[in-house]
């Protein structure tokens, strides 16, 4: 009986409490995507629910790193109350450096009403310079008028989207899991064209740089993967010197690994790989005996660098400038570069949207298309 009686009196004590808890507002920001390039526009979709409380005014205002974004607008539609259809009254919203007003709303009664329908509203903002932009309700500050209020909530979660560099559409293809199907039927293609169409050349040198992935961090180790093919030629010396962009990544180191005649089993002999500022040496070798060799293995060599800025990463081979840096590969004078993406360090919470970027990117420049 004891028992019982306490449990009736605990029920009825905290009944208040509980229905209060129960019928907490609710208030969540939904970016409409959560990858940006640096001059896209950003919409912060604000939803709200009373969940049936009553109030006499409601207040919000999102506050930005303004070093990433710039504000550009707001708006917001009134609540309603479906008992008596009226709408609430609306403060014109505003924004800066750094702050964005979402809502600002009061019963046109003098009452306190509350409402049955969502908070809808919108901050829109511009994305001026790649990181991880956070973003979250003012709650703190020397103006407590500017704190968040929305039936007595007086706190909800923020969030955060990723902004990358602008990116040239050649980049993009090399980014996504669709632009690498593309780029694959386009390959398989041109080769069986150039089967046809270019006979006599077929057995020319060939030469390709594979990163090891396609996007990085800041302080990431890039690793550009060199692998060549003599197709039968003869050369008494090869060199390969790769050039990048020194605002965007610091040489580490090269390695190569030796040329092989398997008729004979020589090895060539090689040179000493440097690298610096902006260039790298992939690989520099001649054959150990006087005489110009053939070789019927594989050329494979390395170049480290390390991510330091964020951007686009563009590397090619030289062949201009010093004639004796320039590319020479068994005759090929000429072998395609290509880039990779450096993004900011990201927090966990951006990594896991990390994965959606090149996809969310390369659909839509297919679809501008």
Same mark, same amino acid.
């Given at each position: ?252 180191? @090269?390695? *190569?690994?030796?040329?092989? $005649? ?7 002999? !090689?040179?000493?790989?440097? /690298? =610096? %500022? ?37 590397? @090619?081979? *030289?062949?201009?400038?010093? $004639? ?7 005759? !090929?004078?000429?072998?395609? /570069? =290509? %880039? ?30």
């Amino acid at each position: 009986m004891r028992t019982l009686l306490l449990s009736t009196l605990a029920v009825l004590a905290f009944a208040p409490y509980a229905w209060a808890y129960a019928a907490a507002a609710t208030l969540t920001i939904t970016p409409d995507q959560t990858a940006y390039q640096v001059g896209d526009t950003i919409t912060l979709n604000v939803a709200g629910d009373s969940e049936g409380a009553e109030d006499n005014r409601i207040y919000g205002r999102l506050l930005f790193d303004a070093n990433l974004a710039d504000y550009v607008a707001s708006h917001q539609e009134p609540l309603r109350n479906s008992r008596g259809g009226l709408q609430w009254c609306l403060f014109a919203l505003t924004g800066g450096e750094g702050f964005a007003e979402a809502f600002s709303q009061f019963p046109c009664s003098e009452n306190p009403e509350f409402v049955d329908g969502p908070l809808s509203a919108s901050v829109t903002l511009l994305a001026t310079a790649p990181g991880t932009l956070h973003y979250s309700w003012q709650t703190e500050g020397n103006d407590d008028d500017l704190f968040l209020d929305f039936f007595g909530l007086r706190e909800a979660p923020g969030g955060e989207v990723l902004i990358v560099p602008e990116v040239s559409t050649g980049s993009l293809l090399g980014l996504g899991v669709i632009a690498i199907a593309i780029a694959r039927r386009r390959a398989r293609f041109l080769a069986g064209f150039a089967t046809v169409a270019l006979g006599p050349y077929a057995l020319g040198a060939t030469l390709t740089i594979t990163p090891d992935q396609m996007v990085y961090q800041v302080g990431d180790t890039i690793t550009l993967n060199v692998v060549g093919d003599a197709e039968g030629a003869e050369d008494n010396a090869i060199y390969g010197r790769m050039v990048f962009n020194a605002n965007l990544a610091n040489y580490v180191a @090269s390695h *190569q690994e030796k040329l092989r $005649n398997s008729a004979g089993g020589l090895l060539w002999c !090689l040179v000493q790989l440097t /690298g =610096g %500022d902006g260039f790298a040496e992939a690989f520099a070798q001649y054959p150990c005996s006087t005489n110009p060799e053939f070789v019927d293995g594989p050329l494979s060599a390395s170049v480290t660098l390390l991510a330091t800025a964020p951007g686009v990463l563009h590397y @090619s081979w *030289q062949t201009e400038g010093d $004639n004796n840096l320039f590319l020479d590969f068994f005759g !090929l004078r000429e072998a395609p /570069g =290509g %880039d990779v993406l450096i993004v900011p360090e990201l927090s966990t919470g951006s990594l896991l949207g990390l994965g959606v970027i090149v996809i969310a990117i390369a659909r839509r420049t297919v679809w501008r298309r």
